[in-house]
């Protein structure tokens, strides 16, 4: 059996490019919606994909306790992107990106204690290499004097990277015991359920000019989270959380592009360092998982 971990982190950034694709696309539909019926109706449509798919793969029901962690990702994942599209509508995606950094930061502590993960040397240097890209980045965007607006977006955008974090380890436990499709349905599904809660408040059903903008964001969340189900199944979370931070070389593509935020030195020499951070720990000598299963049950 081949236990190399190139395949799956290179499954990984693919899955981290994509999920950035869709936080652009949620930016601007945030902006034009506002973020609860951007996400509502997003959700809403990627559950009918996720349940095509479901159905089709001739997927079993899985037992209750796979449910239960399926149902407790959801609600994390619900409450999370909520706070960061809000702060998406007032700081630029490229710093949002940065500031969500710390995530994959913490999540690869709490894989120790949470996963009984080591914590091997060259993990601990990808992750503070990457972390310091990051900070580069940040220091080359955060001078000067912000709107009470974008402050609060920022605390949003940190939150949400808290619970980021815990959501990382959560993956990690499903994928060891689900299928990408069953994870990509049942978390879709909890997330729709708790949306609708409060459709007769808040709910607008959107034009026919902004549905091609969200069935897209819909199948790009689908896809990112097969595929980063598919890369956690086969590779340790201390593995896989240094490649979060390459999303930053993809949000500063489509910040430039899509709303034409500036690509500066800092986010160069930050992205530099990031990358750098992602090849150190695509060389860590891979390590057997199935202690790890038993935590995830």
Not at 165 to 192: H, S
Not at 195 to 216: H, N, Q, R, S
Not at 249 to 278: N, P, S
């Amino acid at each position: 059996m081949n236990n190399s971990p190139v395949i799956p982190i290179a499954v990984a950034t693919l899955g981290i490019c994509t999920y950035a694709a869709m936080d652009a696309l949620m930016k601007g539909l945030a902006i034009e919606l506002g973020v609860y019926n951007a996400m509502l109706w997003r959700t809403s449509i990627a559950l009918l994909i996720a349940t095509v798919l479901f159905v089709g793969q001739g997927i079993h029901w899985p037992p209750v306790s796979s449910i239960r962690l399926h149902i407790r990702r959801g609600a994390i994942t619900a409450v999370m992107a909520c706070l960061f599209f809000w702060g998406l509508i007032y700081v630029p995606l490229a710093e949002a990106i940065g500031l969500s950094f710390i995530a994959p930061l913490i999540a690869l502590y709490l894989a120790a204690v949470l996963l009984g993960e080591r914590i091997g040397r060259q993990a601990v240097w990808a992750s503070l290499i990457g972390f310091a890209g990051a900070l580069v980045i940040l220091g080359g965007k955060l001078g000067g004097d912000y709107a009470a607006n974008v402050v609060l977006g920022m605390a949003a955008i940190l939150a949400s990277a808290v619970l980021y974090a815990y959501n990382l380890i959560l993956q990690r436990q499903q994928a060891v015991v689900a299928k990408p499709i069953e994870i990509a349905f049942f978390q879709n599904a909890t997330v729709v359920a708790l949306y609708w809660i409060f459709a007769p408040f808040w709910a607008v059903v959107p034009t026919t000019a902004v549905l091609p903008e969200l069935l897209g964001a819909a199948l790009l969340g689908v896809f990112s989270m097969a595929m980063l189900s598919w890369a956690y199944a086969r590779a340790e979370a201390r593995v896989l959380i240094p490649v979060e931070y390459s999303a930053f070389i993809w949000a500063a593509l489509l910040g430039w592009v899509m709303f034409a935020e500036a690509v500066t030195l800092a986010t160069l020499v930050g992205t530099a360092l990031i990358v750098v951070g992602c090849l150190v720990a695509a060389r860590q000598q891979p390590e057997r998982v199935e202690h790890v299963e038993t935590t995830a049950l």
